[in-house]
């Protein structure tokens, strides 16, 4: 019997995780790792691979070796095992993708020399930490979910994508982080504001006439670079909801919460005060008075005009690194 199932997208990182097998299979011979690999599937059949591996009893442990779309199959297959969570095997994460946010909110950075040694080593001796989920609608969300301009960004970056692969100038410029940021320069120009009310929990609700964009974090990370929250933690049982009204304020609070910051962190205590719309809770609630796109996890969701996300706390045990 082996201990670990990997379910391994090869195309991952557009192709380059693929490579990086090899240096994997070492890592698993010198740490003694007894595992099996199972490629991860198109059209979103990754969800059934996951739930019958979980559900088989053959594993202790099921490794997303991916990005945040990987380890969001992963997670939705094991919560649709629907066994009781003694039952359910840990989940690991091999930051094998482009932003990485649930990995690197465990202190996994995807690259550097020693990362997919320390990545290996937690799902040989890593601590099992207790994992919240949220949930929305029949789907899980392990990353994040939003509404607003982020989703219109995924849109406009899959139109482009499908654009580029028909040009290999554009195949070879755009793609990863540079398909992102040119579908980021885009949207703004296209992007209309909608009124929305937000409840959290059993708080007064916020009315928001310009909301610009919303994010429900599950995570530190959002985007592979931004905190929000520095203080939010993927086992507090919290979610974190961050609005955005106007676009200064989705610049600003980008910008002040990107992990190199060039602003002092004085200066953005100061400013993060003033502008304070970040919010905790268990449950929350959005309606806006036209329909807006939302995404979870990277992926694009549906549009609508009623959202309620809920926070399962220690839905999953994660394999955390340790030291
Ligand atoms: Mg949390």
Known sequence: MSDVAFLFNPSAQTGQAAQR?????????????????????????????????????????LVACGGDGTVSEVVNGMMGAEEKPENLPALAVIPFGTGNNIARSIGLAPNGPNNLRRALEAVRYGANLPFDLCRIDDRYVADAFSIGVDPAILIERNTEREKARRS???????????????????????????????WVDEEPPHTVGHLTNLIVNNVRVYA???????????????????????????????????????VNPRVLDRVLKRRRTNYQGHRVRIKTVRPVNSQIDGEVHRAGTDFEVVCIPGALTLKTPVG
Do not use: C, Q
């Open 168 to 198: 290999p100038i554009l195949r070879t410029i755009l793609r990863d982080y540079n398909l992102y940021l040119y579908a980021v320069m885009r949207v703004p120009f296209r992007h209309k504001n909608v009124a929305a009310t937000v």
């Open 224 to 262: 592979g670079e931004f905190v929000f929250e520095p203080d939010s933690r993927a086992n507090d049982g919290l979610l974190d909801v961050i609005l955005f009204t106007g676009w200064r304020d989705y610049l600003s609070k980008f910008i002040l919460a990107a992990r190199a910051s060039p």
């Open 21 to 61: 097998w090899d240096d994997l299979l070492r890592h698993t011979t010198e740490l003694d790792i007894r595992f099996e690999r199972f490629d991860t599937l198109p059209d979103g059949r990754t969800v059934e691979l996951a739930r019958d591996l979980a559900r088989s009893g053959r594993f202790r442990t």
